[in-house]
């Protein structure tokens, strides 16, 4: 086998996180961010759960734009699974971006459904 074998997706993926996990460039730490569970009304009396945070110091300013990472997820596993995957996973991975991140929940258990 070669001694570079991995694909170049695994190579970029191993890259991504490398960079995204890493202390922030004038190494200082960055706050948690505000965690918000809500719903999301879909008409017809069905809703979407979702969790969102939001960086910390972030006032929703043209001067203070931050990146939008919507966090989808095989979920569905409980209620507010998207909030678990968000807190445990995507947002401690990216914290250093200060973004704001969006974890809908599964609306019917699959993704693939007209909700």
Known sequence: MPKNSATPIV?????????????????????PPTLTQTVFDLGGGDQMRYAITVPAGYDGSPENRRPLIIA???????????????QSIVEP???????VIIAPDVPARSWATPQ
Do not use: C, K
């Not at 596993?77 to 995957?85: E, K, L, T």
């Open 93 to 99: 991975a990216l914290r250093t971006w200060e973004a």
């Open 11 to 31: 190579r970029a993926l191993a890259l991504f996180l490398w960079t995204a996990t890493g202390t922030p460039v004038s190494g200082q730490e960055v706050a």
């Open 72 to 86: 989808l997820h095989p979920g569905g596993r409980s209620v507010y699974y998207g909030s678990w995957f968000l």
